[in-house]
């Protein structure tokens, strides 16, 4: 849970990293699910939404590996960086 909470705060594009462990909200500073939807049409992954529009859920398995940790965090940050052209 820390590594995916301090490689979130690297990425670019995210103004709060909110919850505990592995249940953790990210406030985007743009709409969430433009986010979202690239995430799952181009990488596979599944995120959740909320009821603000700028937070997206992340909820991993508890048994996720570093290696997945990693392609996340740095298919996020592709994602935002592409989106914020």
Do not use: Y
Not at 36 to 51: C, M, P
């Amino acid at each position: 849970g820390q590594q995916l909470l301090d490689e979130l705060a690297g990425c670019p594009g995210i103004k709060e990293i909110r919850g505990r462990g592995l249940m953790i909200g990210v406030v985007l500073d743009s709409p969430a699910e433009p986010v979202r939807t690239q995430l799952w049409k181009e990488q596979g992954i599944l995120t959740g939404s909320a009821s603000d529009p700028h937070v997206m859920r992340i909820l991993p398995p508890l048994t996720i590996s570093a290696n997945a940790v990693e392609r996340f965090t740095s298919s996020l940050k592709s994602v935002l960086k592409e989106l914020d052209r």
